[in-house]
Antibody, heavy 120, light 112 residues
Framework: EVQLVESGGALVEPEGSLTLSCAVS????????MAWVRQVPGKGLEWIGR??????????DYNAPLKGRFTISRDDSRNTLYLQISNLKIDDTAIYYC???????????WGQGTLVTVSS | DIVMTQTPLSSPVTLGQPASISCKSS???????????LSWLQQRPGQPPRLLIY???NRLSGVPDRFSGSGAGTDFTLKISRVEAEDVGVYYC?????????FGQGTKLEIK
């Protein structure tokens, strides 16, 4: 059974930093393409970016407005995906989801999400 | 960026009746590999998104066959043949043809 478990969400002051984690099990993580998506509570979904598998090149792609403050990385030895967010803004308050894709189905499984609240 | 526009934004439906959601993209979703990367996601209240349909019309394993997807180019449709109570939630179309991937605004399905 595939499981994606996000953690690291917290209440953070503006201009602070945070690292979110997504622990993955039930699939071969080293070949998985992974991504982060966020959702302001009660609103729609926003793509943050993705990281492809190391075997496919390990490259990252970001939604342009978020590039620079958001960094996606992976540790295949720990089956874990990361999202580093710097210089946090009020508008970054959201639930952050990790998701995984395969070549056949696309982004087929989503974690439960972790809540980041940015407030002074 | 490709803009995804869904209609309606809210859909009150009687149990057992059909429902239909339209999704239009600002440009063709046909990838140069010949595939159209259009998916439909369901988000039940308090739950994360769940993939229902991928590549326009393919149901993910375990998705009831009352859900179907169709379309091509820039116009796509999700249909529910007979709405059940568990179908309540918000439905999103999503394109993965071009970066950044983008989503429709969401359509809230509710029971009359």
């Amino acid at each position: 059974e595939v499981q994606l478990v996000e953690s690291g969400g917290a209440l953070v002051e503006p201009e602070g930093s945070l690292t979110l984690s997504c622990a993955v099990s039930g699939l071969t993580f080293r070949t998985a393409w992974m991504a982060w998506v966020r959702q302001v509570p009660g609103k729609g979904l926003e793509w943050i970016g993705r990281i492809i598998s190391i075997v496919d090149g390990g490259t990252t792609d970001y939604n342009a407005p978020l590039k620079g403050r958001f960094t996606i990385s992976r540790d295949d030895s720990r089956n874990t995906l990361y999202l580093q967010i710097s210089n946090l803004k009020i508008d970054d308050t959201a639930i952050y989801y990790c998701t995984t894709a395969d070549h056949s189905h696309g982004w087929y499984f989503w974690g439960q999400g972790t809540l980041v609240t940015v407030s002074s | 960026d490709i803009v995804m526009t869904q209609t309606p934004l809210s859909s009150p439906v009687t149990l057992g009746q059909p429902a239909s959601i339209s999704c239009k993209s600002s440009q063709s979703l046909g990838h140069n590999d010949g595939t159209t990367y259009l998916s439909w996601l369901q988000q039940r209240p308090g739950q994360p998104p769940r993939l229902l349909i991928y590549k326009i019309s393919n149901r993910l394993s375990g998705v009831p066959d009352r859900f179907s997807g169709s379309g091509a180019g820039t116009d796509f449709t999700l249909k529910i043949s007979r709405v059940e109570a568990e179908d309540v939630g918000v439905y999103y179309c999503m394109q993965a043809t071009q970066f950044p991937h983008t989503f429709g605004q969401g359509t809230k399905l509710e029971i009359k």
